[in-house]
């Protein structure tokens, strides 16, 4: 491993203050695993999960919905993020995303909108790097692997 600026680590702990979940429109990938997971956890099969919470973007790659307030289809502002236990690894590994620890300006200015961010427990370089080697927030590294075969033929474009 290549000397990085957080070669001491990077602290971090999730207050579930959905900053990450709301705000700017995105992209968080899920995978056909996933949405089998995520599926399950709104109580869905997997066909319908599609339908209702993603949509396809122009690569192949398979994303979560957001409304039009740029927020997640699957925040609730009461309750936080409905499927917690069963969310994509891009939100799993948020903050540590290779964009976001790239420097320190770019880990700064995320900071300035989680709380989380420089609190808590240090997270060591060797697990930064691993968990931003595979933060699955690339749709070209992805786009293969978040591809769904379409349920039937009924199914309305996206």
């Known amino acids: 491993m290549e000397n990085r600026w957080y070669q001491a680590g990077l ?6 203050c959905g900053n990450c ?3 700017s429109p995105g992209t968080v990938f899920v995978s056909p695993p996933e949405i089998k997971k995520l599926a399950t956890a709104v109580e869905l099969d997997a066909d319908a ?9 122009q690569d192949g790659a398979t994303s979560l ?10 925040y609730d502002p009461q309750k936080g993020c409905t499927v917690y236990g069963a969310r994509p690894r ?6 540590f995303w290779r964009k976001v620890v790239a420097s320190e300006t770019a880990w700064d200015r995320e900071a300035r909108q989680c709380p989380g961010m420089n609190r808590g427990s240090i997270r060591p370089a060797h697990e930064i790097e691993q968990t931003s080697a595979n933060d699955g927030t690339l749709s ?6 978040t591809r769904f075969n379409p349920p039937s033929a ?3 474009p996206r």
């Open 90 to 95: 891009q939100c799993q590994t948020f903050p």
């Open 154 to 156: 009924g199914r309305p």
């Open 140 to 145: 070209s590294a992805r786009a293969k692997e």
């Open 49 to 57: 999960f599609i339908q209702v919470y993603t949509r396809t973007l």
């Open 21 to 23: 979940c709301t705000g």
């Open 11 to 16: 602290s971090f702990s999730c207050t579930r």
């Open 65 to 74: 919905r957001e409304r039009s307030d740029g927020s997640c289809a699957l």
